[in-house]
């Protein structure tokens, strides 16, 4: 059974930066792609990043490209979410999660959930 464990979370103000991590186990890490998701009070759950099985693909949603970057160590079993120029907009609850072999933007579509780390931007 995967298990998932997001970590790096906190309160930042505007602009600032924050690297969330998810430590993943139970499985080859080298088979699953990678996905980073958010949370908003009262908002449905969003596609924020996900990564291939190498690292070498990568998908952003418009509203984080070019401040958020995802990024894995195979040898770590670790995947990160590196979030720069932070905007009160991006405060929720950010969840990784794991799908066997094929990136996707659908939530619907993973297999593994970790439990989620808050993220809070203050303006």
């Known amino acids: 059974q995967v298990q998932l464990v997001e970590s790096g979370g906190g309160l930042v103000q505007t602009g600032g930066s924050l690297r969330l991590s998810c430590a993943f186990s139970?499985?080859?890490?080298?088979?699953?792609?990678m996905g980073w998701f958010r949370q908003a009070p009262e908002k449905e759950r969003e596609f924020v990043a996900t990564?291939?099985?190498?690292?070498?693909?990568?998908v952003y949603a418009d509203s984080v490209k070019g401040r958020f970057t995802i990024s894995r160590v195979n040898a770590k079993n670790t995947v990160y979410l590196q979030m720069n120029s932070l905007k009160p907009e991006d405060t929720a609850v950010y969840y990784c999660?794991?799908?066997?072999?094929?990136?996707?933007?659908?939530?619907?579509?993973?297999?593994?959930w970790g439990q989620g780390t808050q993220v809070a931007v203050s303006s």
């Open positions: 990564s291939d099985r190498s690292g070498g693909t990568t």
């Open positions: 999660a794991a799908r066997f072999l094929v990136y996707s933007d659908d939530p619907g579509s993973y297999n593994y």
């Open positions: 139970g499985r080859a890490f080298i088979n699953y792609a």
